[in-house]
């Protein structure tokens, strides 16, 4: 993870600090900005940012503003950070495209571990490895995804969703071992998650969204019916 870009986004000074100095041990190359604004123009002026750690409540656009602004040109990785216990901000986070999100206060090691991980996987397709099931063509390592000939644009973690599901095409998965496998950490929460994300997958798919059928009680499968 050595040089990796950060920009780390949030109005309180300290909390930033606390964020870059767990970062620069690790060697990750660190930017901060402390209102939405500064991190929209950083963000354009810096190509080559792998991951940005995201406040929700800031001055001038706050962090959902500043996501969805990202969103409409960029797939970087994202963490969303809210001093809410809020499942609504959580859901609308996951439905603009953020790829997690963690509650203040919160663990530096804990937080460290979620941007390894993420990070992780967002480089796992380095491999030249194309998935063709039914009319979705998935290509790992331009990381693009056609559906019935159409390019789909998917958030990084609709992306490894889509990815792992056509990996186990035809199994039976429960939310459990999804979250283990897509997330990469234990994960104490609920299944809407999950759900969240498959849905805005689904609608993203269009009809080839019938392939992730929904298993109730348990999870999910992807299917695709031999006529296809």
């Keep these: 993870m050595d040089g990796i870009k950060v920009l780390v986004v ?16 690790e060697d990750y190359v660190v930017i901060e900005a402390s209102d939405g604004e500064e991190a929209i123009n950083i963000f354009y002026e810096n190509s080559d940012i792998g991951l940005i750690i995201l406040d929700v409540m800031m001055p001038k656009m706050d962090g959902f503003q500043v996501l969805k602004e990202i969103r409409a040109s960029s797939q970087v990785p994202v963490i969303m950070l809210t001093a809410k216990d809020s499942e609504r901000d959580e859901l609308d986070g996951f439905d603009l495209g953020a790829d997690e999100f963690i509650s203040k206060p919160f663990s530096p090691k804990i937080l460290m571990a979620r941007v390894e991980a993420l990070l992780r996987r967002s480089g796992k397709g380095q491999e030249e490895e194309i998935l063709e099931m039914g009319k979705i063509k998935l290509d790992k390592m331009a990381h693009e995804v056609v559906a019935g000939g159409n390019r789909v644009e998917l958030s990084f973690k609709e992306f490894e969703l889509l990815t792992y599901f056509m990996e186990n095409r035809g199994i039976a998965l429960s939310r459990e071992k999804i979250l283990s496998a897509v997330w990469d950490y234990d994960y104490f929460g609920d299944a809407r998650t999950i759900d969240t994300h498959v849905k805005k997958l689904r609608s993203k798919l269009g009809e080839y969204g019938s392939y992730i059928h929904t298993i109730w009680g348990m999870g999910y499968k992807f299917e695709v019916e031999d006529a296809e």
Excluded: P
């Design 10 to 25: 949030d109005d309180e000074a300290r909390m930033r600090k606390l964020v870059k100095d767990f970062l620069v041990r």
